[in-house]
């Protein structure tokens, strides 16, 4: 966001905190947000570089040649990081739920292979991370404290001996889907077969919360989330989603699910993604795939004459763009409805694939969001939860619970053939 939208907000934000003066100027106020996330970790909850780096089009796999020390073609190195004040990472851990080539284990190892392969190369900048303590002493010594997340619960094949495993790899969450519903929960953008979670499904939550791994709820049904709510004894995040009350996208987080977040403890993780945060943008994706529609309904297999089609389309509904205020209006809702205590960032880095949102396009930006938040009136205090102080109390919980429950219970040998009797994936 540039200086003049912030003198333009800052004049008409009308009543600001005590730590957030009408008089106070742009450069304060983005000042002011430096120097909270220069004493406070910014953990950020979902960033794909890992699969960036797969996916490269010169270099695909080699995390030499993606080299974090220079600018890098998406949003991620060394340098924006720095400018951000990153302060923690999880990296995201993803392989699509649609491969079907060798199983999913051996392209979730070669994930975490490259995963672990970039925290390695820059250890003037990132060190690896197992715990809340372990982020916050790498902090105080500059560095970005990593951990993994594993996106998608498709990863483990019905198998909890798998989980452990990604666990010990260091994986600390686990998106119980990703985009296709599994054999024991139903994903937000597929087909619901369950209902929620079968009984595998709550097995497979009591083992994380055995663990010590963090329930990632993004991407699952609002179904998954509330039976999974019923069930877990630890927190849940959100490690990448927004607010459904304002944009109803199936990705994001319904109000009553909010509404259940203070008692649980559980973070959303507001993310980036313009289609997510932007009812203009999401108004507009859905006009366009009404339109794509109707010109394959008119002009059948002709794929020539539906590309030409759409272009004029596209001509004549030049997409809008989605802004810092969007995001920021999310992260005021999911703070008046479920509290200041549970929320936080997904900035989603990597794996955004349309336009970010304006003022927000790479890590550098981290600063002109808060920026913006303080505008608003946001407290220091509140702006400290938003940055780190959520999920990290969230995470300290997690392992709290865990070092109880791995005293009350081995680990589970339960088979989704003996609680579902269903077929395996």
């Not at 996330?37 to 490269?56: F, K, Q």
């Not at 260091?170 to 929620?196: C, E, F």
Request: with cysteine; proline share 5%; glycine share 8%.
């Amino acid at each position: 966001m540039t200086l003049i939208r912030y003198a333009a907000l800052l004049a008409c934000a009308g009543s600001l905190s005590a730590q957030a003066p009408a008089s106070k100027s742009a450069a304060d106020a983005l000042a002011h947000a430096k120097a909270i996330l220069a004493t406070t970790p910014l953990v950020d909850g979902h960033n794909d570089l890992p699969w960036a780096i797969r996916e490269s089009k010169t270099a695909p796999r080699d995390v030499g040649a993606y080299d974090l020390r220079k600018t890098t073609p998406h949003q991620t190195d060394l340098a924006r990081m720095s400018a951000g004040k990153l302060g923690g990472q999880f990296w995201s851990i993803y392989i699509p739920g649609e491969v079907k080539d060798s199983g999913f284990a051996r392209i979730q190892l070669e994930q975490f292979d490259i995963a672990r392969r970039i925290v390695a190369m820059y250890p003037e900048k990132l060190v690896a991370a197992s715990t809340a303590a372990d982020i916050r002493a790498a902090f105080k010594k500059g560095k970005v404290g990593s951990m993994f997340g594993l996106e998608g619960g498709h990863a483990i094949e019905n198998s909890l001996g798998a989980l452990r495993m990604y666990y010990d790899l260091g994986a600390r969450y686990m998106t119980l889907t990703h985009n296709v519903t599994l054999d024991w929960a139903d994903a937000a953008l597929d087909s619901a077969k369950h209902n929620g979670l079968t009984p595998f499904g709550k097995e497979v939550v009591r083992e994380m919360n055995r663990l010590g791994m963090l329930l990632d709820l993004s991407h699952v049904s609002p179904a998954v989330m509330s039976n999974a709510l019923d069930v877990t004894e630890s927190p849940v995040i959100f490690s990448h989603s927004s607010a459904r009350a304002l944009v109803d996208h199936k990705r994001n987080v319904p109000d009553s699910i909010l509404r259940r977040l203070p008692k649980n403890g559980g973070v959303v993780m507001v993310t980036f993604v313009p289609g997510f945060d932007s009812p203009a943008v999401f108004a507009h994706a859905a006009a366009r795939t009404a339109a794509a529609a109707d010109a394959r309904r008119r002009l059948g297999t002709d794929a020539a004459a539906v590309e030409r089609d759409m272009k004029t389309w596209d001509a004549a509904h030049p997409a809008p763009h989605a802004t810092i205020g969007d995001v920021a209006n999310h992260l005021d809702h999911i703070k008046k409805v479920a509290g200041p205590n549970h929320v936080g960032i997904g900035s989603d880095f990597d794996g955004v694939e349309d336009d970010l949102p304006d003022g927000l396009q790479s890590q550098a930006d981290y600063p002109a969001l808060f920026a913006e938040l303080i505008v608003r009136g946001w407290s220091d205090a509140d702006l400290r939860k938003l940055a780190g102080e959520n999920v990290l109390r969230a995470l300290g919980t997690t392992e709290k619970v865990a070092k109880r429950l791995q005293k009350e219970r081995p680990p589970s040998t339960k088979t989704i053939d003996q609680l579902d009797r269903g077929p395996k994936m």
